[in-house]
């Protein structure tokens, strides 16, 4: 808990409050920490998050999945990073969450070929195979049912439906027991 006196009332109960409900650890310090561990390795970072009370909560991805020996590993390099002494924190380190929406574009290009479920700004979900991923956008493919011309009953079709990152609220991975 940090306390700083100054001169005046309500003044000193205001700074008091933010400065105890500031985090004290910086996130940017955290991020390096991780990013240093992450040099040579296949993992890449998805989120790091520092609350209020000095939780730090790490995710990390990697294209085959994320084995709980690397969390262990990164776990025991930030806390060798970090001093105790000067800072009490929480920490979690774990994979980002399977069916939580993507946050970044890595996301898209390891789940490549796999179904996804998209929430365009318009409000309209679409559930696809993610089929193509660059850095500006993204397309998935999608069964439409088409009636053709002169025919009794509608027919699927593939449609191919791309999104620029800004178009959209969230995309995810959908998991399939088939």
């Known amino acids: 808990m940090r306390t700083i006196w100054m001169k005046g009332g309500g003044a000193i109960k205001l700074l008091f409050f933010i400065l105890n409900n500031l985090p004290m650890i910086d996130k940017n310090v955290v991020i390096g920490i991780v990013s240093k561990w992450l040099e040579d390795k296949d993992y890449f970072l998805v989120d790091v ?3 209020l009370d000095d939780k730090i909560v790490v995710e990390i991805d990697h294209a085959e999945g994320v084995w709980i020996d690397d969390c262990v590993e ?3 390099y930030i806390e060798s990073n970090l001093n105790r ?3 009490d924190y929480e920490l979690e380190v774990g994979s980002a969450g399977i069916g939580q929406p993507f946050k970044v574009i890595q996301q898209y290009y390891i789940h490549k070929g796999s179904e996804v479920e998209v929430l365009a700004n318009d409000g309209k979900k679409y559930k696809g ?3 193509d991923v660059d850095d500006n956008q993204f397309s998935i493919t999608v069964q439409t049912k ?3 011309e002169g025919s009794k009953r ?3 079709v593939d449609q191919l439906l791309s999104f620029a990152y800004n178009e959209i609220k969230y995309t995810k991975y959908l998991i ?3």
């Open 49 to 51: 998050t520092v609350s």
């Open 74 to 76: 990164l776990s025991r």
């Open 85 to 87: 002494e000067e800072e």
């Open 129 to 131: 195979v993610l089929t």
């Open 146 to 148: 088409i009636k053709p």
């Open 154 to 156: 509608p027919k699927l």
């Open 176 to 178: 399939s027991f088939k």
